[in-house]
């Protein structure tokens, strides 16, 4: 079984920063694609940042130039350094990553997604 384990939100003021950490775990063949989504109260859930397994990056627009992907495929993780926070990135910020799982003969791919973790930006 499969899943991602999300820690580091908080509370925090406004031009701080925080670190968001995920880890997958279970019978794992490869991860493509790892990312961070968030969603505020009442809006939809919406691309933070990916990363691919190569190091490929791409970020939203409203966080580019504050926030920062990075993945260890060895460890199975990704990380999500934010800084200069706005009240405005106050969500619950939600890991995901599309993993590749082996049976006898076949591999197969899904998203899979952490539990979420609350980020609170005060002003």
């Known amino acids: 079984q499969v899943q991602l384990v999300e820690s580091g939100g908080g509370l925090v003021q406004a031009g701080g920063s925080l670190r968001l950490s995920c880890a997958a775990s279970?019978?794992?063949?490869?991860?493509?694609?790892m990312g961070w989504y968030r969603q505020a109260p009442g809006k939809q859930r919406e691309l933070v940042a990916t990363?691919?397994?190569?190091?490929?990056?791409n970020y939203a627009d409203s966080v580019r130039g504050r926030f920062t992907i990075a993945r260890d495929n060895a460890k199975n993780a990704v990380s999500l350094q934010m800084n200069s926070l706005k009240p405005e990135d106050t969500a619950v910020y939600h890991c995901?990553?599309?993993?590749?799982?082996?049976?006898?003969?076949?591999?197969?791919?899904?998203?899979?997604w952490g539990q979420g973790t609350q980020v609170t930006v005060s002003s």
């Open positions: 279970g019978s794992i063949f490869s991860i493509n694609d």
């Open positions: 995901n990553a599309e993993i590749v799982t082996a049976t006898l003969d076949q591999l197969h791919e899904m998203d899979y």
């Open positions: 990363i691919t397994r190569g190091g490929s990056t």
